[in-house]
C-alpha cells in the first residue's frame, strides 16, 4: 500500500529513471572528467603535425614499436610467471616463511620503477658493489678483465620491470587461488592430477582472467614508463611522443602518436576481452574453502621459501637495502633536509585526497555499469578507464587546457559579476594534481570495485530491492559492506599510484609544492640521484604502510566470513 | 514429478477431438472468471496485459495477460527459457517491458506512463538462491525491509516472523551457518515481514531435498494462507505447482500455452507439451484413416479429421490394466519390473511398438518378469494431440 | 578501508593545498624553472635574503610553455628560468614571454648571450667537454668531430642523443658542417658506442672508471660536482679517474650551452620579476653559479670556481645560440635517421 501512496506522491516523469538515472548521470560525469583531457589532445592533434609522420614512420617507428613489443612481451611473460608462480607457491603448499612471503611478495609494489633502476645500475655497475666482490673472488683486479651483461638494455629492463611489477599479477591470482573451490581440486586429484597438474590443467586455466587482469595492469605501467626505459637506454613509444613534443617542437605530433597509441591499447583491450568472452567463471565463488595447503619439510620446503624470497629481493631487497645504505651515508655527509617532511605530507595529502575520490567515482561508474546491466553503464565504465592507457605527462598537457580553460571562465564570471579576479582555481592548486591523478588512476579504481560487484549475485540486489530499498540504498547497505575489501583494496593500489606519480605532477603541482618524487626527480634530473636516495627511501617506506595494509586486506576469503560471524 | 497414486484418471469423450487437434490459441486467461467466489467490484490484486519483452530478437514474454484476484496463489510452470523466469521478473520491476502493462491494487507500476522501481511496489520476492545477505545475521536479514517501522515494533515483527517459520533461537545465526531448509525459512519470513501486497516467489523450493522441499513447501503454503497474500510462484516442478496454487499457468516460449486448476491442466491438457508436463507418457506415432486413428488399445474414431493426419497418441502408465491370465488378443510380454514401493514400474513389449510401454501398477500381485500378460486402457483415457 | 589519517589534519592539509597562488600577496615573486631546484635554491635563498622579496617556485621539467600557454592572463608566473637555450626559444615562440628593458641586463649580459628585444638573457654558461680516462688516454686537445674516428671504435659512451645536452651539440654541429656531414659524422660515433646511450654524464666518468669505455661527453659543472666532493666519496672517485679536455669544432670553438631567463608575459609582480633578473647576473649571483654550481658566468669578469679553471681556458664556438636552436628540430630527426640510440 505504501509503495502505492509513494508512487501518487510523485511525479510519473520521475520515476521513469527507476534510481539507476541517478548513476548513469554520475558515471557519465565522471567519463566526462576522464574524457576532457582525451579530447583535448584531440585538438592539439587536429592542428596538424605537419612532416611529423613521414619522419616517424621512417625512422622512429619501427625500432621504438620493436622495442616496445620486445619490452611488454618480456615484463609480460616475468610478471605472469613469476606473479603466478609465487602466488601458487603461497596458496597451495606451506612452509615455515609462508605467511611472510604472502604480504611480503607485495613490497616491490612500493619502490618505483624509475628508482629500481638508478639503484641497480650502482649495484650492477662494474665499479659497483657486486661485480667489484665478483672480480676479489676471481683474483681479478681491474672491470675491463670481466665484462657482464649491461643492465641498461631491453633485456636489463625487462627484467627490471617485470620483478617490481609482477605483484598485480601475484596479487589478483593469490586472491583468485584462494577462492577456488576446494570440491574442484579434490575432484582433480581423484582423477589422478598430481598437485602440479593441477596447477596447469585447473588453476592456470580458471585463474586466466585474473592473471589477464593483473598483467595488463603491470603491461600499461611499462608502457607509459619513462623513467627507467630513458634511463635504461630503451627507446620504447613513449619516448619516442617525447623527442617529437620536445626536441622536435612537434606537439600536435606527439600528441597524435599519444592518440594512435591510446587506440591501439584500447583494441588490444578490446580484443582481448573478446577472447575472453566465454570465460565467465571467475565469479561463481559461493560455498568455497581454500583448498587445503600441502606441508612442506626440510629441504622442499626450504626451496620454497627461497623460491618464495627471489622475487621480493630482487623487486624490493636489493633496491631498498642500496637505498638505505644510500641514505644514511647522504645523511651522514649532508644532513636531513628540514623539507622532508612537507614533502612527504604533501605526498600523502595529496594521494589520499585522490584516493578518495577515484575510489569513490570508481564505485560510482562500476555501480552504473551493474544495475544499467552493462549497457551505456558498461561503456561508461571503459571510457571513464582510458586514462590508464595514457603516459601522465600525456594527461597532463591534455588537462592543461581544460582546467585553465574552466579557471579563466571562472574568473572572467567572477570579475564580471562581482570584481573579484578568482585567478586559477583549479590549475594553481593542488586540485589539478587530484584532478590528474584521478583521470590517471580511475582504472584501477573502477576496475576493482568492478570485480568486487561482480562477485556480488545479481539476486541480492533484486532482494534488496523488493524488500523496499533503493539501487542507492542497496549499494549502501548490501554492496559496500560485501565488497569493502576489494575496494579496501583498490584504493591502496590507487595511493601506492599517485604517491609513485611523477610526470603529472611535475607539471601540474602548484607553486612551492614538492612531493617525494618531484624532489627525487629534481636530484636524479641533475644526476646527483645520491641526494635523491633519502627522498627515494622516503618514497619507499610511505608506501610500505598501505601495501602491508593490501596483503591483510587480500587475506583468504572464508576466514574474514568467520570473523563476520564472530 | 508426480506418482503414480495421485494420478487421476481422466475420461476425454471422443467428440472432444475435433477441439483437442485445433486447441484454442488465447492469451488472456481471465482466472477471475472461473474463481468459485468472484468479487467483481474489488480491482484484481495483479493485472497484466499484453505484456512483452524481447532481448535481442528473441521474445521472452509474448503479449501475455493475466489477472490475479487477492488473497490467490498462482503458479507459473514451464520448462527453461518458456519465460516464466523473465514474467516474474518484470512484475517485480526488476525488468522494464517493451510494451504492455503491469498493474498492482489498481496502480500502473510498469507502462507507457510510468515505471515504478522495485522498492517502491510493495511486492515482496523470494529467490530460488534466496539471496540471503552473507554479511547480516538471520535477524538483520529479516529486518532489512522494515526500515521505515520504528525499530522496537520492527524486531518485534522480525521475531514473531521467525518464530512463524521455526526459526525462533536462531536470530543471530549467518546465512553460511545455516542448512538449505533453514535458509529458505529466513528467506520466505524476510520477504513476507514487510507485509507485501503481492508476493512473487522464483522456484522457492527447487534448491532443497525431496524430504524437506515437502515439508517446506507445506509450510510455506500454510504461512501464505494464513495471510491471504496474493502470490505467483515460478516453478518447473509441476508437484509444486499443484500442490500449492489455486491456478496454474503453463508457458510455453513465452505465451501462456494453459492454464486453469490442477486438475484442469491435468485432466484436459490443451496440448501435448502440456500433457508432457504434468506426466511421463506413452507415446505412440500414429495416423487418421478412414476418420478412425488406430490405436494397440483399439480403434478411436475421429469425426472431422482430415484423412493421413498424423497425430501422437498419449497414455498414461497408470491408466493401463494388465490381465493374467492373458485374454484377447491385446498380449504383450514383461521385460522388467522395477519395484517403487507401493507400485511397480513394468516394461511392457508389444507386437507393432518400437519401444516397450511403461505400466504402472499396484504392486500386490503384480505379473512376474517374462510373463505374457493382457493389457487394457479404456479409450476414453487416451489422449490424443497432433503429431508433436 | 582506506588507511586511516586524522580527519582533521586532512582538512587542514586540503584546505592549505588548495589556496590558489594568485592569493599569494605582494613582496613576492614567482618563478617557474625547467632548472633543477638544487642549482637554483642558493641563488634564490640569496635574493630573499638581498630584498625581503620571497620566491615562489615550481620546478617543471617537460611542457612549461604549454603551462604558461594555458594559463593565460591569469598565469602567477613571474620569471620563467630554463635549463637550456631550447627550453628559452621555446618560451619565446610559445609567446609567453615579453621585453625586459633593464640597462642592468644589457649592461652585464653580452649581446651574443641575449635576445636583442630583451625577451631572454642567459644566466650563466656551460662547456659541453670530453671525458677521457686518465690511464687510458692522452689526450691534449680533441674535436668533436674526432668522436666519429674509428680509433675509438667501442670505446664512447654517451648519454641519450635525444638528451637536450646532445641535442644542442648536433644541432651545432650541424650549424659547422651541415645536415649531412652531421648524418655522416652521428653514424661514426654510433658506431664507435661502447654501450647503448642512456644514463647521465656522470655516469659517462663511471662508465670510465668501470671500464667501459675510454672517452665521454659531458657538461663541465659536473666535473667540478664530482671532484669537489659534493656528490660524495663516490663520485669523488669516479670525477678523479678522468681528464677532461675542451674540445672544439675544427673550425671553431667549445661548444657552449646556457642557463637562462625570461620575463612572463602577463607577469603579475613585474618589478620585483626584472629585480630578480638583475640580481641573477649581480657579482655575488653569479659567484654562486660559479662557486656552488660549477659554472661559467656570464658576467664579464667574474671569477670561475678553480676546479673548472683548471680545465684550461674556455674559448667558446661562436656560432649564434638563436642559429643553433633553429637546427634542434633537424638534430632530433637525424638522431632517429641514424639509429642513434637504438
Redesign the interface.
Known sequence: MSAIAATLRHPVAALKCGGACVWIVAAAATALLVIAPIVALGVIAAQGSGDAWS?LV???LP?ATL?TVLLLAGVGVVVVFVGTGAAWLVTAYDFPGRRILDWALLLPLAVPTYIVAYAY?DLL???GPI?SAIRDILGLT???QLRLP?I??VGGAIILLGFVLYPYVYLSTRALFLMQAAGLVDAARTLGASRRGIFFRIAVPLARPAIAIGASLALMETLNDVGAS????V?TLT?SI??T???????PGAAQLALVMLAVVVLLVLIERWARRRQRFAGRSQRTAPPARQRLHGAPALAALGLGLLPIMIGFGAPAIHLVIQAM??IE?AGLSDSILTEA??T???S??A??IA?GLGLVVAYAARIDHGRIGGGLLRIASLGYALPG?VI??GL??P???L??MV?GVSRDLFGI?????L?????ALIYAYVVRFLAVSGGGAEAGLSKVSQTLDHSARTLGETATGTLRRVHLPLI?PA??AA??LV?VDCMKEL?AT?????????TLA??L????????Y??GAVAALAIVLVGL??VI?LARLSGPVIPRQGRLNS | MASAGQIIALRRPAAEMDQVLRPEQSDVVRLASVKPKPQPSAPPSLLVEDLSLSFGSIPAVDKVSLAIPAGDIVALVGHSGSGKSTLLRLIAGLERPDSGRVVINGTEVSGPNAFVPPERRGIGMMFQDYALFPHLSVLKNVLFGLRRVPAGEARERARQALDRVGLGGREDAFPHALSGGEQQRVALARAMVPGPDLLLMDEPFSNLDRRTRDIIRDETTAVLRESGTTTVVVTHDPDDAMRIADRIVMMQGGRFAQSGTAEELYQHPASLPVARFFCELNEIETACRNRMIATPFGDIPAPGTAEGTPVTVCVRPGDIQLFEPSVGDRTGRIISSQCLGETVLIHLAIDGLDRPLRVVAPADGAPATGRTVGFEVETGKLLVFPAG | ???T?PLRR?AV??SL????????ADGEV?LYTTR????VKPLLDAFTEDTGIAV????????LP??VS???????ADVLMTVDF?NLA?LV?AGVTQPVASDVLDAVVPENLRDPEGRWYALSMRARVLYASKDRTDLDAFTYEELADPAWNGKVCIR?G?H?YN?ALIAAYIAHHGEEATRTWLEGVKANLA?????????VA??I????CDIGIGNSY?VG?MRSGA??P??EEWGKAIDIVLPTFADGGTHVNVSGAALAAHAPNRDNAIRLLEFLVSEEAQAIYAKANFEYPVREGAEVDPIIDALGPLTPDTTLLTEIASH??A???L???V?F??
Open positions: 619522419h621512417a625512422h622512429v625500432t622495442n645500475l655497475h662494474p665499479i661485480q681491474s672491470p675491463g649491461d641498461r638494455s630513458e634511463f635504461l637506454g627507446r619516448l617525447y623527442s613534443w620536445i626536441n622536435q617542437s612537434n606537439l651515508r647522504r655527509f605530507l604533501n600523502v595529502g595529496v589520499l585526497a584516493t578518495i575510489v605527462t597532463a598537457i592543461l587546457s582546467l585553465a580553460g579557471d579563466n574568473d579576479s578568482t585567478g586559477l582555481l590549475s594553481g592548486s593542488a586540485a569493502r575496494l579496501g584504493a591502496i595511493f610526470p611535475l607539471l601540474l603541482r602548484p607553486l612551492n609544492f614538492e618531484t624532489h626527480y629534481g636530484e636524479a634530473a641533475r644526476g646527483t645520491e641526494d604502510l598501505p595494509l | 578501508m582506506l588507511p589519517v586532512l592539509f586540503v593545498a588548495l589556496l590558489p597562488a594568485a592569493a599569494l614567482n633543477e631546484p638544487g642549482l615562489n617556485t615550481v620546478f617543471v621539467d617537460a611542457g604549454e603551462r594555458a594559463e593565460g592572463e591569469n598565469s602567477p631550447g621555446d615562440d641519450s635525444q637536450p641535442n654501450r647503448q646511450p642512456g644514463g647521465g654524464d656522470r655516469d663511471r662508465d672508471l668501470g671500464e667501459i659536473y660536482l656528490g660524495g663516490d663520485q634542434r628540430k638534430a632530433s630527426e638522431v632517429d635517421a639509429g640510440n637504438d
